[in-house]
């Protein structure tokens, strides 16, 4: 195919081979997919939820930071995670999305995400402006559902929340015992 290379096996071989977008070749690090501060679109966005969601994708860091993630690109990443989840096939188990223009919707999304989830032990959404108590409480209840991985969570920065979604993220990690936050 071309714009692709496969890792792994020849494709005759391994009907499940990981395509990786010629785009992001070069950030690639083994199980390291680094993509900060990349200007991502929706083309690129399917690009690499197409990779992520083949099975043979074996990315265990996420780093999505400064992308411009908004909510469509956040739900889609959202969707894959979910996706892997549900083929309990997972891999990513740390996700930055720092500094990216994440709403309420992308954040219920990644909420819905947590709740199924039972790989990602690590998510930083801090510097997302965009999200507001509304997104907050989702976060909070998909954290509450998720007290089986979910080890680390960074949420400060976010402009938009008050007392009321900073209590309620706060309220949600205290809950569960191995979890270490920053809100």
Same mark, same amino acid.
């Given at each position: ?20 977008? #010629?785009? %992001? /070749?070069?950030?690639? =690090? ?8 990349? @200007?991502?679109? *929706?083309? !690129? ?19 999505? #930071?400064? %992308? /411009?993630?908004?909510? =469509? ?8 995670? @979910?996706?892997? *989840?549900? !083929? ?96």
């Amino acid at each position: 195919m071309e714009g692709t290379e496969s890792a792994g096996a020849t494709e005759d071989a391994n009907p499940t081979l990981v395509e990786i977008p #010629a785009w %992001c /070749r070069k950030r690639l =690090d083994g199980q390291e997919l680094k993509l900060k501060g990349v @200007r991502l679109d *929706a083309e !690129k966005m399917e690009e690499i939820a197409a990779f992520l969601k083949c099975p043979a994708t074996n990315v265990r860091f996420l780093d999505m #930071a400064n %992308c /411009r993630l908004g909510d =469509d690109l956040s739900a889609t990443l959202a969707d894959v995670l @979910r996706v892997k *989840a549900l !083929k309990e096939n997972s891999s990513v188990g740390v996700m930055d999305l720092t500094g990216n223009l994440i709403g309420d919707a992308g954040a219920i999304a990644l909420a819905d995400t947590l709740r199924m989830n039972r790989v990602l032990y690590h998510i930083n959404i801090s510097e997302n402006k965009n999200f507001t108590d509304v997104g907050a409480i989702a976060l909070a209840k998909g954290i509450s559902e998720n007290d089986r991985t979910l080890r680390a969570f960074n949420a400060v920065k976010n402009n938009k929340l008050t007392s009321l979604g900073k209590t309620a993220l706060r309220e949600a990690c205290q809950a569960n015992p191995g979890l270490t936050y920053f809100v």
